[in-house]
């Protein structure tokens, strides 16, 4: 058998000051033309691994390295990040930190010519990879007006423009939307099929990615866990870990069915063997009286007296660096209600992040008007803006450190640096950070609390105890809204999901509604089960029960799942 392009052997990594080590005793090897999925909850190694291959680990984290982790023949322990960087390309969590130039033309431009390429041939990748990823229209842009998402679309780019032999991807697609996230992986198993790119992709969303990967290995308390095809990890993560299971498969183990499925194919195919498949006798009405509510709402509210926060056609432009200006939002109304739980949906560039900037008073409207029934307080998307020191706990107001920390499930991390966190784990330090003694470790809740894609690198089980924490805070009053590319936690969360588009408000209505009704912005039990409307694996498997009752002569009600 060939050589290994990725061979990691008895790894084991401590960082600097930490208790325990990161990776234990860590035994993989990646052939060429491989798509390696990497699982686990959030802290479980994944990140440290991908920054071990790429030659960050111990070369510029430090900390204490044994074992080896060899990379196209190059010995990391000898070769530093530098090196490894002529085989293989990698982008992490946090894209911000991974620009460096002024235009995103200049950000592809710099690794091209780093590797020595012509002005013709550099011209030639540049534009061949942007229109691969949708961001032809940005290549003028200056990096400072991309959105999250678009930004994390460049930083891509920018790995991707030198076609590299190896691709490490921490959570590349935690700030795109559905459209984007499964064209990328559909990019990623097409570069893998067709130019025989190696790719080890880390991913909280396996959804997502379940059906391109060859191999799923899983990471459980920095130790391997499970090295499986992607039908064994699904039975192993249903015994072993359900956290990490897919929706749809939740759903399967729920209703008692095997095997379990992949994705939604693997599912509705399993569903009409057994003769348990949609039909248009399972489409419902939708609840709230329908495709009309949205419009009644809007009639109501105006009526009604002030919400906790008010947007009266609210204008935002931007200079995006080409002379012709950028319309953010275009005259967007919304009102939500104190105890209100809004999930934010659209695709990258809707407007989502700046609705949350003018509702916390960081960016006025050029036109329109702003009313909120007290403090608003938000969450940005990357939770480094909010570190000024070299502890979890120095980040928050003694009176409340202790009880923030415990809250958020960090109190093991008291006296971590905040850097050295996992991107989830950082994502719940700046939570904490923003509401500590404010509906987080004690006090009364602000009026409104707002959030930006908080389920970066979150794991599943972690975003159950999001969920549950944001709608304790708004059952104390507060109005939460929540802006996210993430189906599933807006099913868990939301009692209303607002789908912008172009920075007008496409839909509007309440979220079983809205996450069950289109193609994209649709759970994986909604594309399932579809016509029916059922969002959440518990309540997709009392649909499945209900169709078995006829067959089978009887009613076996499945368990009743958390966030259901």
């Given at each position: 058998?060939?050589?290994?392009?990725?061979?990691?052997?008895?790894?084991?990594?401590?960082?600097?000051?930490?208790?325990?080590?990161a990776?234990?005793?860590?035994?993989?090897?990646?052939?060429?033309s491989?798509?390696?999925?990497?699982?686990?909850?959030?802290?479980s190694?994944?990140?440290?691994?991908?920054?071990?291959?790429?030659?960050?680990?111990?070369?510029?984290?430090?900390?204490?390295?044994?074992?080896?982790?060899?990379?196209?023949?190059?010995?990391?322990?000898?070769?530093?990040?530098?090196?490894?960087?002529?085989?293989?390309?990698?982008?992490?969590?946090?894209?911000?930190?991974q620009?460096?130039?002024?235009t995103?033309?200049?950000?592809?431009?710099?690794?091209?010519?780093?590797?020595?390429?012509?002005?013709?041939?550099?011209?030639?990748?540049?534009?061949?990879?942007?229109?691969?990823?949708?961001?032809?229209a940005?290549?003028?842009?200056?990096?400072?007006?991309?959105?999250?998402?678009?930004?994390?679309?460049?930083?891509?780019?920018?790995?991707?423009?030198?076609?590299?032999?190896?691709?490490?991807?921490?959570?590349?697609?935690?700030?795109?939307?559905?459209?984007?996230?499964?064209?990328?992986i559909?990019?990623?198993?097409?570069?893998?099929?067709?130019?025989?790119?190696?790719?080890?992709?880390?991913?909280?969303?396996?959804?997502?990615?379940?059906?391109?990967?060859?191999?799923v290995?899983?990471?459980?308390?920095?130790?391997?866990?499970?090295?499986?095809?992607?039908?064994?990890?699904?039975?192993?993560?249903?015994?072993?870990?359900?956290e990490?299971?897919?929706?749809?498969?939740?759903?399967?183990?729920?209703?008692?069915?095997r095997?379990?499925?992949?994705?939604?194919?693997?599912?509705?195919?399993?569903?009409?063997?057994?003769?348990?498949?949609?039909?248009?006798?399972?489409?419902?009405?939708?609840?709230?009286?329908?495709?009309?509510?949205?419009?009644?709402?809007?009639?109501?509210?105006?009526?009604?007296?002030?919400?906790?926060?008010?947007?009266?056609?609210?204008?935002?432009?931007?200079?995006?660096?080409?002379?012709?200006?950028?319309?953010?939002?275009r005259?967007?109304?919304?009102?939500?209600?104190?105890?209100?739980?809004l999930?934010?949906?659209?695709?990258?560039?809707?407007?989502k992040?700046t609705?949350?900037?003018?509702?916390?008073?960081?960016?006025?409207?050029?036109?329109?008007?702003?009313?909120?029934?007290?403090?608003?307080?938000?969450?940005?998307?990357?939770?480094?803006?909010?570190?000024?020191?070299?502890?979890?706990?120095g980040?928050?107001?003694?009176?409340?450190?202790?009880?923030?920390?415990?809250?958020?499930?960090?109190?093991?991390?008291?006296?971590?640096?905040?850097?050295?966190?996992?991107?989830g784990?950082?994502?719940?330090?700046?939570?904490?950070?923003?509401?500590?003694?404010?509906?987080i470790?004690?006090?009364?809740?602000p009026?409104?609390?707002?959030?930006?894609?908080?389920?970066?690198?979150i794991?599943?089980?972690?975003?159950?105890?999001?969920?549950?924490?944001?709608?304790?805070?708004?059952?104390?009053?507060?109005?939460?809204?929540?802006?996210?590319?993430?189906?599933?936690?807006?099913?868990?969360?939301?009692?209303?999901?607002?789908?912008?588009?172009?920075?007008?408000?496409?839909?509007?209505?309440?979220?079983?509604?809205?996450?069950?009704?289109?193609?994209?912005?649709?759970?994986?039990?909604?594309?399932?089960?579809?016509?029916?409307?059922?969002?959440?694996?518990a309540?997709?498997?009392?649909?499945?029960?209900?169709?078995?009752?006829?067959?089978?002569?009887?009613?076996?009600?499945?368990?009743?799942?958390?966030?259901?």
């Amino acid at each position: 058998m060939p050589e290994p392009l990725l061979r990691v052997a008895g790894l084991t990594y401590r960082y600097p000051g930490a208790d325990a080590p990161a990776l234990a005793d860590v035994d993989l090897e990646v052939h060429r033309s491989e798509l390696v999925l990497l699982a686990g909850s959030s802290g479980s190694g994944k990140s440290t691994l991908l920054r071990a291959a790429a030659g960050l680990v111990p070369h510029f984290h430090g900390g204490h390295l044994a074992g080896r982790v060899v990379v196209g023949g190059l010995d990391t322990r000898s070769s530093g990040p530098a090196e490894v960087a002529s085989v293989a390309a990698t982008v992490f969590q946090d894209p911000e930190s991974q620009v460096v130039m002024s235009t995103v033309r200049a950000e592809l431009l710099l690794p091209l010519e780093s590797a020595g390429r012509s002005p013709k041939a550099a011209a030639r990748a540049i534009e061949e990879t942007a229109l691969s990823l949708g961001i032809a229209a940005l290549l003028d842009r200056p990096v400072e007006t991309l959105s999250g998402g678009e930004l994390q679309r460049v930083a891509l780019a920018s790995a991707l423009v030198t076609q590299p032999r190896l691709l490490l991807l921490d959570e590349p697609t935690s700030q795109l939307d559905p459209v984007a996230g499964d064209e990328l992986i559909w990019q990623l198993r097409r570069m893998n099929e067709e130019w025989g790119t190696t790719v080890v992709l880390a991913e909280q969303r396996l959804e997502r990615c379940l059906g391109a990967a060859d191999r799923v290995v899983a990471l459980a308390g920095g130790r391997l866990a499970c090295d499986a095809d992607p039908a064994g990890f699904v039975e192993w993560a249903a015994a072993a870990a359900p956290e990490l299971a897919p929706p749809a498969s939740r759903m399967f183990a729920l209703a008692g069915l095997r095997p379990l499925p992949v994705g939604v194919k693997d599912a509705r195919s399993q569903l009409d063997s057994a003769g348990l498949g949609s039909s248009e006798e399972d489409e419902e009405a939708p609840p709230d009286g329908g495709r009309d509510a949205p419009r009644r709402r809007l009639r109501r509210s105006r009526r009604s007296p002030p919400g906790a926060l008010e947007l009266d056609r609210v204008w935002v432009e931007y200079d995006d660096g080409t002379g012709g200006g950028l319309a953010a939002l275009r005259g967007l109304s919304l009102k939500v209600e104190a105890g209100e739980s809004l999930a934010l949906l659209g695709r990258n560039g809707a407007g989502k992040s700046t609705l949350l900037r003018v509702a916390a008073g960081l960016r006025a409207p050029d036109r329109g008007a702003v009313r909120a029934a007290g403090e608003v307080c938000l969450v940005v998307q990357d939770p480094a803006a909010f570190f000024l020191h070299d502890s979890a706990r120095g980040e928050l107001p003694p009176a409340f450190a202790d009880a923030a920390l415990e809250d958020v499930g960090l109190a093991p991390k008291a006296e971590s640096n905040p850097r050295d966190l996992s991107g989830g784990e950082r994502q719940r330090l700046a939570l904490a950070i923003v509401l500590a003694g404010r509906g987080i470790g004690g006090g009364s809740p602000p009026a409104v609390i707002a959030l930006d894609e908080p389920t970066r690198g979150i794991d599943g089980g972690q975003k159950l105890a999001l969920a549950e924490r944001l709608r304790k805070l708004a059952s104390a009053g507060a109005a939460v809204i929540v802006a996210t590319h993430d189906v599933e936690f807006a099913a868990q969360l939301a009692d209303r999901c607002v789908l912008l588009g172009e920075g007008r408000i496409v839909a509007d209505g309440p979220a079983r509604e809205v996450l069950s009704g289109g193609r994209y912005f649709a759970t994986e039990v909604a594309r399932v089960l579809a016509p029916a409307f059922a969002v959440l694996p518990a309540e997709g498997a009392r649909l499945i029960a209900a169709r078995r009752s006829p067959i089978e002569g009887k009613a076996a009600a499945p368990p009743v799942e958390a966030g259901s």
